[in-house]
């Protein structure tokens, strides 16, 4: 996920309950009322605006019902309330950074930092190229910083509202900008994720990316080619007319390119390892100084004044770090572009993520998720069904726990073994928890991946979905390995021996 965003509790310290008193079809009880809620609620009722609160509560409904089936199970109230706060706990980082990034798209705003990169991005990227550019641009700095969540909060948002310029669907810019982040962050030393992968399967880091690329390269070059078909169709009626929405960038804001300064800034201290949250609570702060450098007055018209003092320049960056904040421009189409929610923008999809986290927690503590890993592994009669079981496992703990970490810390203890016995490298273990576990997370609304992507860029998960070509493609890809028995590697005598 992730990746550098949010340290995951230390393998050594991750604990996955088992219940011997719970069967399979009693595991799957909360699963199947979950979905059914979900769908009623998502499909009959809310629709898109299911996640304006109504998710929320579904999820912690789906609690009840585990809760309900741990009572009968002999798990006590006590134990599942320790799992919630421990789940709600380790997304502690998660919270502030979404919160940390609400505060830096609003000082990025009224510093013209955004309309920067919008005014210079639309002369440079034309609608053919613009979307495998997404994915290219992504790719290099998710590697570089090892953060897809990073990636996305400063130049997604960027090609978001380029993309959104020049007439692309935002499910298509959003899907292009998330399969360059995580590719990325499946293949960087830098990302979490890539880190705890082959700890949980027992192998080497780079041993691990190595046999990731034979699985990622094919899937990333179909991607590519898929984006570049998509570019060459897309009706634009040649070459658009952007002088008039470059007008209105230029008439509202003071562009300059010195404003790239502060964004190099903010990614040189991500590639230098600075935490995540000093890194946007720099970029914040350094957002606040160039909005009342370069944008004088437009600070003054947040804070509500014509004039520029100390009291008026404080408010306005508060404002625009902590609330709702708008440029007016010239194009009606731009307005709705030049706006921020600050961190209260950010506070559903916080929201979001601990009741997914209350559910996930509940989950494990009646041991509902051991269950329904051991029962997946069960059916792993060949290698094929190994890899198969491996694939679903980590699509299910992304649909219950709703937590990246867990899809690759549970499946990762749990099959480790059957792999070693089956005499293969854990290599194949790790780059499937990798292919299954981290790229589709962000494909579920309710996961802290989802929340977290669909709220910084604000587009729904169903509207990237199909466009997140990469995501959904890479558990395909390394089925496709394991059906044909390509580059299955085996155990060497060494870790045999171990």
Not at 185 to 211: C, Q, V, W
Not at 332 to 357: K, R
Not at 398 to 405: F, G, H
Not at 413 to 436: C, Q
């Amino acid at each position: 996920m992730e990746s550098q965003d949010i340290k995951p509790r230390s393998p050594q310290d991750e604990h996955i309950v088992e219940n011997v008193e719970l069967n399979i079809w009693e595991a799957l009880i909360p699963v199947f009322a979950l979905v059914a809620m979900l769908f009623y609620n998502v499909f009959f009722v809310y629709g898109d605006d299911a996640l304006s609160g109504s998710n929320q509560f579904i999820l912690l409904l789906g609690a009840a019902v585990a809760a309900i089936v741990g009572f009968f199970n002999k798990v006590s109230y006590k134990q599942m309330l320790e799992e919630v706060a421990e789940n709600v706990k380790s997304t502690t980082g998660a919270l502030l950074i979404l919160l940390m990034v609400g505060a830096l798209a609003g000082t990025w705003l009224i510093s013209g930092i955004i309309p920067t990169m919008i005014y210079y991005g639309l002369q440079i990227l034309n609608p053919t190229i613009f979307l495998a550019a997404c994915v290219i641009i992504c790719a290099i700095i998710s590697v570089a910083t090892g953060s897809s969540w990073t990636t996305s909060a400063t130049v997604g948002i960027a090609l978001i509202g380029i993309g959104e310029t020049l007439g692309i669907s935002l499910g298509m810019t959003a899907g292009a900008v998330l399969s360059g982040a995580y590719f990325g962050d499946k293949m960087s030393p830098l990302s979490d994720t890539t880190n705890l992968a082959p700890a949980m399967a027992g192998g080497e880091l780079f041993s691990h990316i190595r046999y990731m690329t034979l699985t990622t390269v094919p899937t990333i070059t179909v991607t590519l080619i898929a984006f570049i078909i998509i570019g060459l169709n897309i009706d634009t009626t040649g070459s658009p007319d952007i002088s008039d929405k470059l007008s209105a960038i230029g008439g509202a804001f003071n562009i300059s390119p010195w404003l790239f300064i502060v964004p190099a800034i903010v990614i040189l201290l991500i590639i230098k390892k600075t935490p995540p949250l000093i890194a946007l609570l720099a970029g914040t702060l350094l957002g606040a100084v160039a909005a009342i450098i370069a944008q004088p007055e437009i600070v003054a018209s947040v804070a509500g004044s014509d004039k520029l003092t100390f009291e008026t320049a404080y408010k306005g960056v508060m404002n625009a770090i902590t609330v709702d904040t708008s440029v007016e421009t010239s194009s009606e189409e731009l307005n709705d572009l030049f706006s921020a929610g600050g961190m209260s923008g950010m506070l559903g999809t916080i929201w979001l993520i601990v009741c997914a986290m209350v559910f996930g927690g509940v989950m494990d503590a009646i041991g509902a998720l051991s269950r329904i890993s051991k029962a997946l592994l069960s059916l792993a009669t060949s290698t094929f069904g190994l890899f198969a079981s491996t694939v679903a496992s980590c699509l299910a703990l992304n649909v219950t726990a709703s937590d990246q970490y867990l899809a690759l810390v549970v499946p990762g203890k749990m099959f480790s073994k059957a792999y070693r016995d089956r005499g293969l490298a854990p290599e194949n273990l790790s780059r499937t928890l990798e292919d299954s576990g981290t790229v589709t997370s962000v494909l579920i609304p309710w996961n802290t991946c989802g929340a977290y992507q669909s709220g910084v860029l604000g587009v729904p998960v169903a509207d990237y979905f199909f466009y997140a070509i990469f995501n959904w493609l890479s558990p395909f890809t390394t089925l496709l390995f394991a059906a044909f028995s390509i580059k299955i590697k085996q155990l060497t005598t060494t870790q045999k021996a171990v």
